[in-house]
């Protein structure tokens, strides 16, 4: 990308920028079990990620949620998942409201007072 010239993309290309580069490489570390990589290419991501893309922000912070869960930090896929359920309920994504629902289910199996909060809080924003 930094070498690219001043052609103009193609429309199909045009979302392809940073944000979605550094998402694709989170994905592929996600997929290899590298959760770690994963979540800085993710946090990257975010930081990247233009405000107007609210479907994909939900996806990447359920990816990134899935990632620090992998890491045994509980609060902080609570944290965000309860960043990600208002975009997810906003754009009503199929693939996301599965995601939301799959790591909603994940997080239900830990005993912690941050879960609890979250139930509550996807149950009423996905009813």
Not at 14 to 43: G, I, K, N, P, T
Not at 81 to 97: I, K, L
Request: hydrophobic fraction near 45%; proline fraction near 4%; charged fraction near 25%.
């Amino acid at each position: 990308m930094s070498r690219a010239d001043e052609e103009p993309s193609p429309a199909w290309a045009s979302y392809f920028d940073h944000a979605e580069y550094s998402a694709q490489v989170a994905a592929c570390y996600l997929l290899m079990e590298r959760h770690q990589a994963s979540d800085r290419w993710l946090q990257q991501t975010l930081a990247l990620q233009p405000a107007e893309r609210s479907r994909d922000r939900a996806t990447y912070l359920i990816w990134r949620a899935d990632a620090v869960l992998n890491l045994g930090d509980v609060d902080h896929a609570c944290a965000l998942v309860t960043e990600a359920a208002p975009d997810v309920a906003g754009t009503r994504s199929v693939r996301n409201h599965r995601r939301l629902l799959d790591i909603h289910g994940r997080l239900m199996a830990h005993r912690h007072p941050a879960v609890n909060a979250l139930d509550e809080r996807v149950r009423s924003l996905l009813a």
